[in-house]
């Protein structure tokens, strides 16, 4: 229950990411900067009070010393998630480009509150995540994945040729429906690919994937678009593009994996695991 199990964290990451700059701003306006910042410190100060009551799941531990802070080049990534990794770097580039750009086209479109798409995408992202977790669960992480690719190239292409309201909203809603699928399921199928003792690295090689994806999609987004409305089309037509390679590299992964599967299922191969 891998995937309904990041779906469930998933959802309430979603929340607070998603209710931070509401109360924020609330509280901002009613009261004080300082007042936003002592309240945002409390939050934080409850979670480490929710930490201290919590059991150690970790059964060999270490005593922490000054030599786990020393970081050789084999701890920084885990080649075994590279598989998961690839398709959150291509699916998180998107990610870049909305957050970059699509202030802009709210504003070319006439709308004022320039979070509203983020508000639709962030409910039907919240509403799909643990639905999403748990298909992957019983269909399997790689067509899962392929939904979630299909649906954000689609949010994309709509994005693209939004000219109303109703294609922009409906663009968001469709992208919040592809990013609630894919982040849970991407990050249990990273957990699926290592043993339990590289768990801690190979999502961080994963998160990485994520924040790489996120970083270059508004970095080219913003490159792209160059503040001219005309460029509104090709720059989320780019996205959807790099979304879409996801596809063909699962389509690729897939193949090649079920090639390995017969290859060691064969008569040859199994005489000579026997004679080993």
Same mark, same amino acid.
């Given at each position: 229950?891998?995937?309904?199990?990041?779906?469930?964290?998933?959802?309430?990451?979603?929340?607070?990411?998603?209710?931070?700059?509401?109360?924020?701003?609330?509280?901002?306006?009613?009261?004080?900067?300082?007042?936003?910042?002592?309240?945002?410190?409390?939050?934080?100060?409850?979670?480490?009070?929710?930490?201290?009551?919590?059991?150690?799941?970790?059964?060999?531990?270490?005593?922490?010393?000054?030599?786990?802070?020393?970081?050789?080049?084999?701890?920084?990534?885990?080649?075994?998630?590279?598989?998961?990794?690839?398709?959150?770097?291509?699916?998180?580039?998107?990610?870049?480009?909305?957050?970059?750009?699509?202030?802009?086209?709210?504003?070319?479109?006439?709308?004022?509150?320039?979070?509203?798409?983020?508000?639709?995408?962030?409910?039907?992202?919240?509403?799909?995540?643990?639905?999403?977790?748990?298909?992957?669960?019983?269909?399997?992480?790689?067509?899962?994945?392929?939904?979630?690719?299909?649906?954000?190239?689609?949010?994309? =292409?709509?994005? *693209?040729?939004?000219?109303?309201?109703? +294609? @922009? $909203? !409906? %663009?968001?809603?469709?992208? &919040?429906?592809?990013?609630?699928?894919?982040?849970?399921?991407?990050?249990?199928?990273?957990?699926?690919?290592?043993?339990?003792?590289?768990?801690?690295?190979?999502?961080?090689?994963?998160?990485?994937?994520?924040?790489?994806?996120?970083?270059?999609?508004?970095?080219?987004?913003?490159?792209?678009?160059?503040?001219?409305?005309?460029?509104?089309?090709?720059?989320? =037509?780019?996205? *959807?593009?790099?979304?879409?390679?996801? +596809? @063909? $590299? !699962? %389509?690729?992964?897939?193949? &090649?994996?079920?090639?390995?599967?017969?290859?060691?299922?064969?008569?040859?191969?199994?005489?000579?695991?026997?004679?080993?």
């Amino acid at each position: 229950r891998r995937g309904e199990a990041m779906g469930v964290q998933g959802f309430f990451g979603s929340i607070g990411t998603a209710s931070g700059p509401v109360l924020g701003s609330l509280l901002a306006d009613r009261f004080s900067m300082n007042t936003m910042f002592f309240v945002s410190s409390l939050f934080a100060l409850a979670s480490v009070i929710v930490i201290l009551g919590m059991k150690e799941t970790l059964q060999k531990r270490e005593p922490l010393n000054l030599s786990v802070f020393r970081i050789s080049r084999s701890d920084l990534l885990e080649p075994a998630v590279f598989p998961a990794a690839v398709v959150v770097l291509l699916n998180t580039f998107a990610y870049g480009v909305i957050l970059t750009v699509i202030p802009d086209l709210s504003r070319h479109l006439g709308i004022t509150n320039k979070g509203l798409f983020f508000a639709i995408f962030t409910v039907t992202s919240l509403m799909i995540r643990i639905l999403g977790g748990k298909a992957s669960d019983k269909f399997g992480r790689i067509p899962v994945l392929v939904l979630s690719a299909v649906l954000i190239s689609a949010a994309l =292409l709509l994005t *693209a040729f939004a000219d109303s309201r109703l +294609l @922009f $909203y !409906l %663009a968001a809603g469709i992208y &919040g429906l592809g990013l609630g699928i894919n982040t849970p399921t991407a990050f249990a199928w990273t957990i699926d690919l290592v043993d339990e003792n590289t768990r801690g690295k190979g999502l961080a090689t994963s998160f990485i994937a994520m924040e790489a994806g996120i970083g270059i999609g508004a970095l080219a987004g913003g490159y792209i678009f160059s503040n001219n409305p005309e460029h509104f089309f090709i720059t989320f =037509l780019s996205a *959807a593009i790099i979304s879409f390679l996801s +596809l @063909f $590299y !699962l %389509a690729w992964y897939s193949a &090649g994996h079920k090639r390995k599967a017969r290859i060691s299922h064969s008569p040859a191969v199994q005489e000579i695991d026997d004679v080993f």
